[in-house]
């Protein structure tokens, strides 16, 4: 199926956007340099029984030709539920995808979505008024919780995030967060910089 939506996507869209295989979604990028407008598709098969349990199989596509592609399970309705109503996350979310972005962390969604619920929580720093502490306490949470083994997928129980990324990545992305948010506290200017494509 995943194939198969690939070659539809392409052969609507393939002559005025770039259509991309991703490990479980297919990317389509419209525009040009600063102006480029990128979402993903992810291909699902329904299982057990949708309409109630909401679950699905995705596709894993192998990172080489000769590997098998796999299956993950998970459920979209905790996926889609985990920034309802949290305004405050979505643009922390966005803020860090753009970061992410900028400097080619290998750091899929779903982990910067958990770890900025998380960290946005009543448990942890909360929301506050202001964007750039939401920002600041996200990314200071991220840096502390990469350290850790495991990021249990709220989709997937059976899921670690934190298999997604080495440790050695993990730890050079740590590093940069905390490096950043020092830069930021010494001078407020320069959260524009790391921004700015």
């Known amino acids: 199926m995943y194939y198969d939506v690939y070659e539809v996507v392409g052969k609507a869209y393939g002559k005025s956007a770039i259509v991309t295989k991703q490990s479980k979604a297919i990317g389509i990028t419209f525009g040009f340099e600063e102006n480029q407008i990128h979402f993903d598709i992810v291909p699902g098969r329904e299982i057990n029984n949708y309409v109630i349990e909401k679950d699905l199989n995705l596709y894993v596509k192998p990172d080489w030709i000769w590997q098998r592609g796999s299956s993950f399970k998970t459920n979209i309705r905790l996926q889609k539920t985990m920034t309802v ?113």
């Open 85 to 197: 109503n949290k305004p405050e996350a979505r643009t922390v979310i966005k803020l860090l995808k753009k970061y992410r972005d900028r400097n080619n962390l290998p750091l899929p969604t779903v982990m910067i979505e958990q770890w900025v619920v998380g960290a946005l929580s009543n448990n942890n720093f909360g929301v506050y008024a202001s964007p750039t502490e939401n920002l600041l306490n996200s990314m200071d949470y991220m840096s502390r919780k990469m350290e850790h083994k495991n990021l249990i997928d709220v989709a997937n129980s059976n899921n670690n995030l934190h298999d997604k990324v080495d440790n050695e990545q993990r730890g050079f992305i740590s590093s940069q967060l905390q490096r950043d948010i020092k830069r930021i506290e010494e001078n407020p200017r320069y959260i524009k910089d790391i921004f700015e494509c």
